[in-house]
């Protein structure tokens, strides 16, 4: 079989790979502690899941449902957004349900790219902005962000870029894999950009409340609407990944483009999904402060697994897990003798970009006893 061009551009997700390795060893009757990946074990609100069990017995539940999301969904959104972001939103026109960010990334690709179009992504940011670009033929320009600057961008790079073929700039505060927590002032910096150069800011916003006391949405920079779109999602604030459901929001006409894609692509979300998520959505700041309390204590458990491997890292990092700087050149040699040696699981710093190679990613989604476990391990 001949396969697409484009498929010989993007390799397998690594932990797709590394997940079969991880199988393999299970099945061999090994316990493996896998810190890994940011998919949160803790459940959603139990209103939640009570939500979702009603409404999968309302009538009209099982159909297709609205490629733009029930009404009252969008302004659960727009209200939440509101209340925890301080930004004004138009559920009509300016929020449009998504299952999950990844697959937003791939819409906006779709929506606003061409074959040799340019798109400027942080040199170490989540992989899909990536494959997302050379999915759509379009090549990725990395931006440099500076280690010792708290992972800040290097401002002097965007003086000297030409312009005429980039479209895109995609953003993530607070910045995964770093725990970077960004700024107004950053966020202002990349609006002036985007306003000077002509170009689309994609802000993907997916870890604004975890451990992070100043969510903020690109949205509260003045004039930000007409140059950028932001991403969001239940799947870490609600500990929802798996339900896949978040949202975008920005101008009505980029929503509207980004929706001529998606339609033509899936038939609308489950309307007992939705239902759910206006539940969640209406947490009262109680689930957030219960919810990073719990991810403090693990995070302090991290702390001590990653000072019995010699590593050094920020204690004031935002988001789902903690980066760390490895004792050695190549973490390769170092994750590969922890999952054969020791059964744990971590993420090398390398499948965000290069500059992550002396790096460890470590995920917050196990119970503290497991991380004592896996301290004992060690
Ligand atoms: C930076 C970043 N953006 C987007 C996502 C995707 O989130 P979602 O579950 O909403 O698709 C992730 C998931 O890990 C992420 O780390």
Redesign the pocket.
Known sequence: MHIANRLKEVQEYYFSAKLREIRALEKGGKDVINLGI?SPDLLPPSRVIEKLKIGSNLRGANQYQSYQGLPAFRQAIAEFSRNHLDIVLNPEHEILPLM????G?AHISLAYLNKGDQVLIPEL??P?YTSATKMVEAEPIYYPLIESDDWCPDWKFFDQLDYSKIKLLYL?YPH?PTGARGSQKILGKFVRIAQKYELLLIH?N??SFILNDQPQSIFSVKGSKNCALE?N?L?KSFNM?GW?V?WLSGAAENIKNVLRIKSNFDSGMYQPIQRAAISALQQDEKWFEQLNLTYKIRRNCVFRLLDKLNCTYRKAQSGLFVWAQAPVMDVDVLVDDLLVNKHIFITPGHIFGAKGRRYLRVSLCAPAEVFEQAILRL
């Open positions: 940011g999950g960010s990844k697959e990334i940011g989540y899909a993530n995964m993907d997916p870890y991403l999602s799947s990944s896949r978040g």
